[in-house]
């Protein structure tokens, strides 16, 4: 079992920035890969970042490539995502999941933390 607790939303300004944090634990969550994934209302649940816990291995959806970068703590078990230039369209449920695989596809995707909302306002 893994878990994940994600922290760090909110509401910003359209062009502010906001972290994310999503914190992991269990006996096995160091041989998942981690990622951040969002869903808006009515719409899938989208991929936005995925990184190894060595860093080794990092993917962005192109709707965010420059404006976040995701990053990983090892010592305190956690993963990070920055968000900068944020935009209106970046509002949604944000979650972090973890997969055996370094995939965008959110099926791929064995455990899921509860969700954080980020808003952003225009």
């Known amino acids: 079992q893994v878990q994940l607790v994600e922290s760090g939303g909110g509401l910003v300004q359209a062009g502010g920035s906001l972290r994310l944090s999503c914190a992991a634990s269990?006996?096995?969550?160091?041989?998942?890969?981690l990622g951040w994934f969002r869903q808006a209302p009515g719409k899938e649940r989208e991929f936005v970042a995925a990184?190894?816990?060595?860093?080794?291995?990092?993917l962005y959806a192109d709707s965010v490539k420059g404006r976040f970068t995701i990053s990983t703590d090892n010592a305190e078990n956690t993963v990070y995502l920055q968000m900068n230039s944020l935009k209106p369209e970046d509002t949604a449920v944000h979650y972090c999941?973890?997969?055996?695989?370094?995939?965008?596809?959110?099926?791929?995707?064995?455990?899921w933390g509860q969700g954080i909302q980020v808003t952003v306002a225009s």
């Open positions: 269990g006996r096995t969550h160091i041989n998942y890969n």
């Open positions: 999941g973890a997969s055996r695989w370094m995939v965008k596809d959110a099926s791929m995707y064995e455990y």
């Open positions: 990184i190894s816990w060595s860093a080794t291995s990092i």
